[in-house]
């Protein structure tokens, strides 16, 4: 009599065990499916700078308010008109800071000129509110002058090598720093 439950408590044993083995791998291999997916995905919304210079003008603003939402901007939106005063893409922050962006669409060899800087910086937080005020462009540099100025002014100044990596998957909130001052906060009034 001992002999049968024994043996059905050793077989559900073993049967719970590869249960449970099962469940551990059919986990694991939704896990990688899932991860897999998301680098697909990433991969596919990249572009390289080589097909970002091939851009339209419009179509680099429609691409950065892409790369805007894929790092959790919302109600992101593209001006994409003449007379926007500088916002060329406006949304929010995952942590509620309004972003305001100036996107230069420039050849690699141009800089961006202090009067190009002047004219954000006149209008990206008086005009727009901007808590976080950001100026992308596709030349490699700022000129000193409007580097200083974004400096000064609390403008994140994101050159060619930053949008770089923004586009191969830096996320915004790391590359907001990296302008070498300021974080995007406002500063208090004096």
């Not at 970002?52 to 691409?63: G, I």
């Not at 700022?142 to 050159?159: C, E, M, P, W, Y």
Request: glycine share 10%; net charge positive.
């Amino acid at each position: 009599m001992v002999w049968p439950i024994l043996v059905a408590v050793l077989a559900a044993a073993v049967l719970g065990g590869a249960g449970w083995a099962l469940l551990r791998a059919h986990r694991h291999a939704v896990g990688q499916d899932r991860a897999w997916r998301a680098h697909e995905e990433a991969r596919a919304r990249e572009l390289s700078m080589a097909e970002v210079d091939a851009l339209s003008w419009q179509e680099f603003e429609t691409y950065i308010a892409e790369l805007c939402r894929r790092d959790g901007c919302t109600k992101v939106i593209v001006s994409g008109r003449s007379g926007d005063l500088g916002a060329d893409v406006v949304g929010y922050l995952a942590d509620g800071r309004k972003l305001v962006i100036q996107c230069k669409k420039y050849a690699p060899h141009r800089s961006v000129s202090s009067q190009d800087m002047q004219k954000f910086v006149g209008t990206a937080r008086l005009e727009h509110g901007a808590d976080v005020a950001l100026f992308v462009t596709t030349c490699r540099t700022f000129t000193k002058a409007a580097l200083g100025l974004a400096l000064r002014q609390d403008i994140v100044a994101l050159h060619r090598d930053l949008l770089g990596s923004w586009v191969k998957g830096a996320h915004l909130e790391t590359l907001i720093p990296l302008n070498g001052s300021g974080g995007g906060t406002r500063r208090p009034s004096a």
